[in-house]
T-cell receptor, first 111, second 115 residues
Framework: RKEVEQDPGPFNVPEGATVAFNCTYSNSASQSFFWYRQDCRKEPKLLMSVYSSGNEDGRFTAQLNRASQYISLLIRDSKLSDSATYLCVSEGYSSASKIIFGSGTRLSIRP | ETGVTQSPTHLIKTRGQQVTLRCSSQSGHNTVSWYQQALGQGPQFIFQYYREEENGRGNFPPRFSGLQFPNYSSELNVNALELDDSALYLC??????????????FGAGSRLTVL
């Protein structure tokens, strides 16, 4: 079983739709979580950090459920420019802990 | 403020050869980590350097090694290249503060093809 698992998609949704992704992690000691966005043939870029209470940034909402060991990303009013691969990341407590990426969820927004 | 720069951007090697990839961290960042990203996969953590010492390592064999220099730039060395080493190699820099987790700033990557 992978330490961080994501539905690979692709999710193909119309512009303006709401779309949600889940990501599960197996290491209960994981402390910090992030969502990164990666455009085709580009490097990953931080989308959001996800802390214990979850957080919201404009159209994007990230939540953490420690009991069930998953994090989620919700995108409201999706735009064509949201088309990308979304990577879920978990990290242990210390800087020496592994930084684990999921395989990514591909999202395609159609006009 | 300069971002993370990597070189070379593309390179082709043959099996058994050795390769060195280079990374300059973002100004002010003291921590560098390296990742291998195969096509269609997420980045896989290779190792992390902080103050010139390796302080975390993923499941990669010893033929993957690295260095960090006093100016926080870094190198990734891979010996005895294998076909499966073909991938995008990403470098990321960060500045951990107060025990908070690393927010990573990635370079554009070095795409390695092993023939």
């Amino acid at each position: 079983r992978k330490e961080v698992e994501q539905d690979p998609g692709p999710f193909n949704v119309p512009e303006g739709a709401t779309v949600a992704f889940n990501c599960t992690y197996s290491n209960s000691a994981s402390q910090s979580f992030f969502w990164y966005r990666q455009d085709c043939r580009k490097e990953p870029k931080l989308l959001m950090s996800v802390y214990s209470s979850g957080n919201e940034d404009g159209r994007f909402t990230a939540q953490l459920n420690r009991a069930s060991q998953y994090i989620s990303l919700l995108i409201r009013d999706s735009k064509l420019s949201d088309s990308a691969t979304y990577l879920c990341v978990s990290e242990g407590y210390s800087s020496a802990s592994k930084i684990i990426f999921g395989s990514g969820t591909r999202l395609s927004i159609r006009p | 403020e300069t971002g993370v720069t990597q070189s070379p951007t593309h390179l082709i090697k043959t099996r058994g050869q050795q390769v060195t990839l280079r990374c300059s961290s973002q100004s002010g960042h003291n921590t560098v980590s390296w990742y291998q990203q195969a096509l269609g996969q997420g980045p896989q953590f290779i190792f992390q350097y902080y103050r010139e010492e390796e302080n975390g390592r993923g499941n990669f064999p010893p033929r993957f090694s690295g260095l960090q220099f006093p100016n926080y730039s870094s190198e990734l060395n891979v010996n005895a290249l294998e076909l499966d080493d073909s991938a995008l190699y990403l470098c990321a820099s960060s500045l951990p503060t107060g025990g908070r987790a690393n927010v990573l700033t990635f370079g554009a990557g070095s795409r390695l093809t092993v023939l």
